[in-house]
């Protein structure tokens, strides 16, 4: 009995024992369920959410460029992106392999997508930009095979008018690694597009605006269940509008008269607000091609062309200018050495004039006797110019130039202006070629815009601004903008407005008396002033250059304009007709007057100062 007893007493206690095992085990499992479904509910709902729903970035539309005229430069279409959503590595570059020919991807460019997801193996991958119909298509009809795909109709950007306004406009591209480690980009992603170069690119942050998202549902195995669309996005904020100070209709025409074959740019600004009406480069590029990536042959032969149709050559490009430089030098002249517009120099232009043992020439070989500044400005004669440069001396000269801007961007809003060359000392000349191995000789060449003397379209433009108005320049602007149109070079002409005046009467009789060198060139309705130049090279005919405005006596436009090796011997030159040209189409779009008797006015005489 005593044995029986015992035996149940212990299954007792065991009984116990396990009921309690039991109780807290029941207790362990209450309680985890209570927190899941009480106190844990937000926490799992997110990670349930996060497991069943892909994030998808909306690009925001890009601000729409309008010319002065509210014509669009710049706008956006709809157009296809073709994403994939992140999953197993495994399976992004098997679906890669089976985009791979339609969308047509190149070996680089599917490493490039492999290298972005083991990255940022968490967002989407874009694999095709502006996809066609077509290729949408193709993907729809076979959605069983494309599980991870999502295409997405966004907004792509447009250029109208193509290559007329590349080079001022730009283009987008996808961003690149270097510049997501830029700090200005801070906030970009992988993937996202931005300006490259142009306006694009200066006003990435106005015209990009804020990407928006939304959410794609996927099932276990991460294939597309379903698109949310607008439930729980957040909805992108489009980026701001631009509006210029370019006439399109101008820019159109210069893309259409520049001569064929040839490589040069022009520009054109309003002289009183320093907008720029006109900035033209050829040869162009169409920058529609760059939309959804840029193929890997095009881009290449873009880049390696001989012609370098991605440069822009009014912001920078530099030239030798010429006998433009001339009324740079009569300036100076007229500041630092007295000349007047009376002045005659001792020699005479007989074709040439000899400095020690070299014999520098003038462009007419006959000679053009004996002038004075304005006849020598209206027949571009070099002789003439030699001596005035003799006269003012070289260091006079260096620091006359520094002090009119020349060697420094004039501040354009462009990303990329480049300044021109002209020495600053004499030491830079004992620098370059060695001291003792140049002599005075070079102000001669300087005199005359060549030798060390190189400038942009844009700089000899703001030069005959501030030449045309008698005041500081405003700094060229291609955004319309009341802060921009206040901001002035910090320099003027500081000549008395009479010999202001006598420069202009001069620049006027190049173009609208007889033997002037641009007269063949002369508006029919009102007074073009200007300078032509023939600037030698070393690598073939020599460059056509105009600098000039119109109005003469109430400019309204100021053109520079420049075609490389477009002035061979005995032959016209190519740039004045073409400036010409755009000039009297502008101011007849403006609906101008035209003046009742178009030429010289000439400003009141001044007696020859003592020694002229």
């Not at 460019?109 to 694999?127: I, Q």
């Not at 005959?464 to 802060?483: K, N, S």
């Not at 002369?522 to 300078?531: E, I, P």
Request: with cysteine.
């Amino acid at each position: 009995m005593k044995g029986d007893n015992e035996h149940r007493s212990i299954r007792k206690q065991r009984g116990r024992w396990a009921a309690r095992a039991i109780f807290f085990c029941l207790s362990i499992v209450a309680a985890g369920f209570i927190n899941l479904q009480i106190f844990s509910t937000d926490l799992y709902t997110l990670r349930s959410s996060e497991n069943r729903l892909r994030t998808i970035t909306v690009p925001a539309p890009r601000g729409t460029i309008y010319d002065r005229h509210g014509r669009a430069i710049a706008d956006n279409v709809p157009g296809y992106d073709v994403s994939m959503l992140p999953g197993p590595r495994d399976s992004i570059s098997a679906g890669l392999d089976r985009l791979a020919d339609r969308l047509e991807l190149s070996p680089e460019r599917r490493t490039a997508l492999l290298s972005r997801n083991r990255d940022r193996p968490g967002e989407a991958l874009v694999v095709r930009e502006n996809a066609n119909f077509e290729q949408v298509a193709f993907i729809e009809e076979r959605r069983p095979r494309f599980r991870r795909v999502v295409v997405d109709q966004r907004p792509h950007r447009r250029y109208p008018a193509g290559p007329a306004i590349a080079h001022m406009i730009g283009y987008v591209g996808e961003i690149s690694q270097e510049e997501l480690a830029r700090p200005e980009y801070a906030g970009y992603e992988s993937g996202q597009s931005v300006g490259k170069a142009g306006l694009e690119q200066q006003y990435e942050h106005r015209l990009a605006g804020r990407d928006g998202i939304r959410y794609a549902e996927v099932n276990a195995l991460g294939s597309v269940v379903r698109d949310l669309g607008v439930a729980q996005a957040q909805p992108p904020v489009p980026g701001d509008d631009l509006h210029l100070g370019i006439d399109l209709d101008l820019q159109m025409y210069a893309d259409s008269v520049f001569p064929d074959g040839m490589r040069g740019g022009v520009v054109a600004l309003d002289p009183v607000t320093g907008e720029v009406l006109l900035l033209y480069s050829h040869p162009t590029f169409d920058p529609n091609a760059f939309i959804g990536g840029i193929p890997l042959n095009l881009w290449n032969a873009l880049r390696e062309h001989p012609d370098e149709p991605l440069l822009d050559r009014v912001s920078m490009a530099s030239y030798p200018p010429g006998s433009t430089w001339k009324l740079v030098m009569s300036t100076i002249g007229m500041k630092t050495a007295d000349l007047a517009i009376e002045t005659y120099h001792a020699d005479t232009c007989d074709g040439g004039l000899w400095y020690h043992t070299r014999y520098f020439r003038c462009w007419l070989s006959r000679g053009h006797g004996r002038l004075n500044l304005s006849e020598a400005i209206k027949h571009s004669c070099n002789v003439w110019f030699y001596q005035a440069g003799q006269r003012i001396g070289l260091d006079p000269l260096l620091a006359g130039v520094g002090e009119f801007g020349f060697g420094r961007a004039t501040g354009i809003d462009l990303p990329s202006e480049r300044s021109g060359l002209f020495p600053d000392s004499r030491q830079w000349y004992d620098d370059r070629l060695g001291r003792g191995r140049w002599t005075e000789a070079v102000v001669w060449n300087l005199s005359i815009g060549q030798g060390e003397n190189e400038q942009t379209l844009l700089a000899m433009a703001q030069f005959y601004a501030a030449l045309a108005t008698g005041r500081a320049p405003v700094i060229p602007h291609l955004v319309r903008d009341e802060m921009l149109a206040q901001q002035r070079a910090d320099w003027t002409l500081d000549l008395p407005e009479v010999q202001r005046r006598q420069l202009v009467d001069a620049l006027a009789r190049v173009v609208n008396e007889p033997g002037g060198t641009a007269y063949g060139n002369r508006l029919a309705r009102w007074t073009l002033a200007g300078k032509t130049g023939t600037a030698q090279n070393p690598h073939g005919e020599p460059h056509s250059w105009f600098v000039g405005f119109a109005p003469a006596y109430d400019p309204r436009i100021v053109i520079a304009a420049v075609v490389e090796h477009g002035h061979p011997d005995g032959a016209p030159s190519l740039a004045v007709p073409l400036a010409a040209g755009i000039v009297d189409r502008h101011l007849e779009t403006l609906g101008l007057p035209p003046e009742d008797a178009p030429g010289v006015r000439p400003a009141e005489a001044l007696p020859p100062r003592a020694g002229g």
